[in-house]
């Protein structure tokens, strides 16, 4: 860390709405500056950013699109040009949030290559590259927590796809753990159920049916609400979470245990 770093930074993937603004706030609120990114919706990624600079933070909002894995390198810069003018001259960050991503149910008969492509660029493959190219840009003793799906142990119809990219990222992140602890970089999924934001088209928040499935099966009685994650993201990139690496944090409320 560089003198001029007193605070910590993290990277926040998808961090102008649903889990990922949250997950920001609550890193934010815990003394970090932030740089979170937003693939269309600047004008929320910057109110976010605002919210964070009213906490007495320093954040940024950036443009990230993880499906254009040609345009990473000039994300990279960015991050870096941000750090430089935004962060009092920082060159380094602390943590990287892998959050941001896409949602649909499809049938594994209707499948195309498209969606294949469509799934695994923006869940595994840019995940990936983003992360190997975030982690010559980290302090040691940093950390990164990957956002993936309780639906990769539970299995819903209509998500294999999906879980599948998932999975991959679950097996990555023991990789990070394992070639980058002895910088004390940390890596952890976290694995969420279903939570009531625009993901997946709003499928749980605007479907009273589904809701009460969930609830019907969850031990602790209600839906999630994105502080549930966000909470835990935040504990995750603390200091007393620093002798947890390579592990998979499922963030249900215990839904089928
Ligand atoms: N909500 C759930 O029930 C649930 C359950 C399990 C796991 N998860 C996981 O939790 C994470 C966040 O979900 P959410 O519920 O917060 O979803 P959301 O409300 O739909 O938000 C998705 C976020 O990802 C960004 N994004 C979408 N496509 C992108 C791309 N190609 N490149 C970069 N950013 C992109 C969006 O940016 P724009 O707004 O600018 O488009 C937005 O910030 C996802 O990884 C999801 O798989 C969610």
């Not at 499809?106 to 840019?126: M, N, W, Y």
């Not at 982690?135 to 639906?151: E, W």
């Not at 599948?164 to 952890?188: H, L, M, Q, T, W």
């Amino acid at each position: 860390m560089t003198s001029s770093q007193s605070r910590k930074i993290a990277l926040v993937t998808g961090g102008n709405r649903g889990l990922g603004k949250d997950m920001a706030l609550s890193l934010a609120r815990m003394g970090m500056d932030v740089v979170l990114t937003f693939k269309s919706n600047a004008a929320e990624g910057e109110a976010v950013a605002d919210e964070i600079r009213a906490l007495g933070g320093r954040a940024a909002a950036l443009r990230l699109d993880l499906s254009d894995i040609g345009a990473l390198d000039g994300f990279v810069d960015r991050v870096k040009a941000t750090l430089r003018d935004t962060f009092d001259g920082a060159q380094r960050l602390d943590f990287l949030v892998n959050n941001a991503g896409i949602g649909r149910a499809i049938p594994l008969d209707s499948l195309t290559e498209a969606d294949f492509d469509a799934f695994a660029g923006v869940h595994f493959k840019g995940v990936l590259f983003l992360t190997q190219k975030t982690l010559r840009l980290m302090n040691d003793g940093g950390g990164v927590v990957f956002i993936t799906a309780a639906a990769d142990r539970y299995n819903v119809p209509g998500y294999g796809l999906y879980a599948a990219c998932k999975g991959a990222i679950e097996v990555f992140s023991r990789y990070v753990a394992k070639e980058y602890g002895p910088r004390g970089i940390r890596s952890n999924t976290v694995a969420p159920g279903g939570v009531a934001t625009d993901f997946n088209g709003g499928f749980i928040r605007d479907n009273a049916n589904v809701q009460a499935m969930v609830v019907a099966q969850t031990p602790m009685g209600r839906l999630a609400e994105p502080h549930d994650i966000g909470g835990l993201v935040a504990l995750l990139c603390s200091d007393d979470a620093r002798w947890l690496t390579g592990q998979r944090l499922e963030a249900t409320g215990g839904f089928n245990i």
